[in-house]
C-alpha cells in the first residue's frame, strides 16, 4: 500500500503561480513513476503531468507545457507540481497518483495507476 497526501491548492489570480507537493508514505517511493492528474466540475479526470522513478524523464499534457514543472525528491518522498502562468481554466481537484515503473503503455491512462490521493482544489480567479 501506498498512501498519498497532497497539499498546497488554493485560490490565486490569473498568471499567479501554486506548487503543489505530495507526500508519500508506505511501499518504496523509487518503485513508482509519479502522476499529477486533475478534475474540474463536470469534466472527467485528466492527465496533467508525470515523472519517472528516477526523475530522469518527464511529460507533461499539452495545455500545461512551459508553464507546469513536475519534479521529485525520493529521499523525501515527495512529488510536487510548480505551476507558474496560471489561468482559470485549470481551476481543478488536483490528484497524485502512483504508477508501478513496469507498467506499459501510456501515463496519461488513470486505471494503470494504482494509488491516488485524496485531492487538493486549485482555484484561478480571473
Known amino acids: 500500500q501506498v498512501q498519498l497526501v497532497e497539499s498546497g491548492g488554493g485560490l490565486v489570480q490569473a498568471g499567479g503561480s501554486l506548487r503543489l507537493s505530495c507526500a508519500a508514505s508506505g511501499r518504496t517511493f523509487s518503485w513508482y513513476a509519479m502522476g499529477w492528474f486533475r478534475q474540474a466540475p463536470g469534466k472527467e479526470r485528466e492527465f496533467v503531468s508525470v515523472?519517472?522513478?528516477?526523475?530522469?524523464?518527464?511529460y507533461h499534457a499539452d495545455s500545461v507545457k512551459g508553464r507546469f514543472t513536475i519534479s521529485r525528491d525520493n529521499a523525501k518522498n515527495t512529488v510536487y507540481l510548480q505551476m507558474n502562468s496560471l489561468k482559470p481554466e485549470d481551476t481543478a481537484v488536483y490528484y497524485c497518483?502512483?504508477?508501478?515503473?513496469?507498467?506499459?503503455?501510456?501515463?496519461?491512462?488513470?486505471?494503470?495507476?494504482?494509488?491516488w490521493g485524496q485531492g487538493t482544489q486549485v482555484t484561478v480567479s480571473s
Open positions: 497518483a502512483a504508477r508501478l515503473s513496469h507498467v506499459s503503455g501510456p501515463y496519461s491512462y488513470p486505471p494503470d495507476y494504482a494509488y
Open positions: 515523472i519517472t522513478w528516477n526523475g530522469g524523464s518527464t
